[in-house]
């Protein structure tokens, strides 16, 4: 259902007062499956000011049949009911809403056993804490499999009580500093874009972690990647691990705080890292930043490995264009690199510069095991309005001579084949050791 009438007043617009009407009706009369999406019209800044209107819901009927809800009510504040109990729900979804003072506890109440007690799936989505002091969103259900938490501005602190909780995905909570989790069943963790300082509970079933972690900081201290580290080592028995790595390296922000940083990490089999720069940094320094992530044996069990350089400007592949610099020369001998254990390989959206074919040859120098690898190649095929057939064709040539350069030179015995590629226009090869 979706109300989009415009408001005529103030205090108790149309849109509000048609909203708490259809959501009541739907419960009263025992729907399994709702959906409500509001459209209310932006604020005038002149009225940031003004009383803002409330969906009032403290009224809300309790139901035994209502299985799956999904409300999004375009960020209007919002009254919950203190005693409604949906005994048959499943599934619930909030967007786009807020909730202050006595309704931060509703909130968490209406989210947990005591109103949802068969509750298996809970995502919330851009839904706003408000009110004086520390906002704390307290979750306590008994049967909950998944939670989806992203977005949730002036959520301070998120307190979990979940035995049989599985997937967990906490995402650019901005304002969360603390995490308390009781969670012992937990397999699948996600935890990036908030900036944790405390970490309260150990996760000894989770075996999927994905993390965000930064190469540099703006002094000595910097703490960005301390609830990060905190996390790795309260996940134990994790054995395939995720990063999202901003390898951004600027003035303000040149001091390395990922270099010995991370624990031993000999449970992680799989490492993917999808690993960002700054605008107009300079592959060499780039290329550093990531062998500052992999330095020393802290992954030196894995198997698989997958390097995805998500490179957001084009450098294109050709003589003029090309960043050469030393990679073995300036870093090799502060970056011990050592995967003895690996047998595949995968390295996604490869710009083909020196720097970083002698950064990936470094990488595969122990991996004596090696079994695949699969190089993509993302290149920049920029044409200008006015070149001809002949040029496009020679660039294209030039392009596939330096891409097939770069895989002989990294791995030189063995078979590469081409092999389809769909994703970010990229050439991709498949390499495997001779028989």
């Known amino acids: 259902m979706r109300n989009a009438a415009c408001r005529n007043e103030r205090l108790v617009p149309p849109s509000i007062g048609a909203a708490e009407r259809w959501i009541r009706y739907a419960v009263r009369h025992g729907v399994k499956s709702f959906q409500f999406e509001l459209d209310l019209p932006k604020e005038d800044d002149e009225d940031e000011d003004e ?35 949906f005994a048959s729900l499943t599934d619930l979804k909030l967007e786009f809403m807020k909730v202050a003072g006595d309704n931060v506890l509703l909130l968490g109440r209406l989210v947990s056993s005591a109103c949802c007690p068969n509750l298996r799936k809970l995502h919330m989505f851009s839904v706003t804490l408000a009110g004086p002091g520390q906002q704390k969103l307290l979750v306590e259900a008994g049967v909950l499999k998944e939670l989806s938490l992203e977005e949730m501005d002036g959520m301070r602190s998120l307190e979990l009580r979940a035995p049989s909780l599985r997937v967990l995905r906490i995402e650019d909570c901005d304002d969360l500093e603390s995490l308390a989790a009781s969670a012992p069943r937990l397999e699948k963790l996600s935890c990036r874009g908030n900036p944790l300082l405390i970490i309260d509970g150990d996760f000894p079933s989770v075996s999927l972690l994905k993390l965000d972690l930064k190469s540099h900081g703006h002094a000595y201290g910097d703490d960005s990647n301390y609830g990060r580290i905190k996390l790795l080592q309260r996940c134990r028995s994790a054995s395939r691990l995720s990063i999202d790595f901003d390898a951004s390296m600027r003035e303000s922000h040149g001091i390395d705080i990922i270099k010995g940083k991370i624990p031993q990490l000999d449970h992680v089999r799989s490492l993917k890292a999808q690993i960002s720069p700054t605008v107009n940094q300079n592959m ?59 047998k595949e390989a995968e390295f996604r959206r490869v710009r ?6 002698g950064f990936l040859q470094y990488v595969l120098s122990g991996a004596t095991q090696l079994q695949k690898v699969i190089l993509s190649f993302k290149h920049s095929l920029k044409r200008r309005w006015n070149d001809d057939f002949r040029t496009i064709q020679e660039h294209s040539s030039l392009i596939k001579n330096r891409c097939k350069d770069f895989r002989e030179n990294l791995l030189a015995s063995g078979t590469w084949t081409d092999c389809h590629d769909t994703t970010d226009k990229c050439h991709s090869y498949e390499w495997r050791p001779c028989q």
């Open 51 to 85: 009383e803002a209107p409330v969906m009032v819901l403290d009224e809300l009927p309790s139901s035994a049949k209502l299985e799956a809800m999904f409300l999004d009510l375009s960020y209007a504040w919002v009254s919950l009911p203190a005693t409604v109990v």
């Open 352 to 357: 083909g510069t020196d720097c970083e074919l």
């Open 284 to 342: 060499h320094s780039f290329v550093g930043c990531v062998a500052s992530l992999l330095t020393g044996t802290t992954f030196s069990n894995i198997r698989y490995l997958c390097l995805d350089f998500f490179i957001f400007y084009e450098i294109a592949l050709c003589p003029g264009a090309v960043r050469k610099s030393n990679f073995i020369c300036d870093h090799r001998k502060s970056h011990e690199i050592s995967f003895i254990h690996l």
